[in-house]
């Protein structure tokens, strides 16, 4: 289930995801990039295991926050595990916790480390009820208490490059973005790597790939690969299949045909 937070926290918080995994097994998924942070609270005794190059499985803590990921991950979900998780704005991270969003690029953050004590109330009040109005209550009380004290204008250099690439839907380079918001490439640059955490290039390539992404599940059933990937933007099918494998770790044919697919960059692998 995927839900809006309160008003006064979407400049922050793109939304919610609540997810349930009740099978009774362990599950394989996969999670890739999609431009944004987010943050992890796991319920009921519930393990993640982070599956690492060598094959092994490093459990992961209770609640964290991870960074923008180069590559994908895979992570083993054990039964009846419940989560949270809170998708941020490109900036959110930084504006909420003034956490700068290269400290943590393809790592975990343990929340405790974080928040400390104030994080335990926050589970005791989700645990305490089933009602789900209420759980997301408890989470926009949490995170209201992290807004600035004074209300701030967003940084115009980084709304303005954000609202064109995204609205754009493209690939696009520092020199075309700095021509079309009407500020240096320098400046550009700086305000990215402050608030978001990656260049605007590589955030434009992942804002590309999710249209693509779309463009995919909406026409899942024509499924004309080589239509689909003009229209998003892609030189040639070849050049498409090569950025998905590096980014998904398997044909869009693949992603099509997985069953599970618990948010678009967050599929279930079936071994």
Do not use: W
């Amino acid at each position: 289930m995927q839900v809006l937070p309160a008003p006064v926290l979407r400049p922050y918080i793109k939304h919610f995801i609540l997810l349930k995994c009740t099978d009774m097994a362990a599950q394989q998924f996969r999670f890739f990039a999609d431009g944004s942070m987010s943050m992890v609270l796991t319920f009921q005794d519930s393990t993640l295991k982070l599956k690492q190059a060598n094959g092994d499985l490093q459990k992961l803590p209770l609640g964290f926050l991870y960074g923008h990921n180069k590559q994908y991950q895979d992570v083993q979900i054990e039964i009846n595990t419940t989560l949270v998780i809170v998708v941020f704005q490109p900036a959110g991270v930084k504006s909420l916790f003034d956490l700068a969003p290269q400290e943590i690029q393809d790592s975990f953050l343990d929340l405790k480390d974080l928040f400390g004590s104030i994080l335990e109330d926050l589970y005791e009040k989700i645990n305490q009820t089933s009602a789900m109005i209420q759980k997301l209550d408890a989470l926009n009380q949490f995170f209201s208490a992290f807004l600035p004290k004074k209300s701030r204008q967003a940084n115009p250099i980084l709304y303005f490059s954000l609202q064109y690439l995204i609205e754009n839907k493209e690939e696009c380079s520092i020199a075309t973005l700095s021509e079309k918001v009407g500020y240096s490439e320098r400046q550009i640059e700086r305000v990215f790597q402050e608030f978001v955490g990656i260049s605007p290039k590589s955030y434009s390539n992942i804002i590309r790939f999710h249209h693509f992404l779309s463009l995919l599940r909406s026409d899942s059933n024509g499924f004309n690969l080589t239509e689909l990937c003009y229209t998003a933007g892609y030189y040639d099918q070849s050049h498409l299949i090569k950025e998905f494998k590096k980014k998904v770790g398997i044909k869009p044919s693949a992603y099509l045909q997985t069953t599970q697919k618990l948010t678009s960059n967050f599929i279930e692998i079936v071994r």
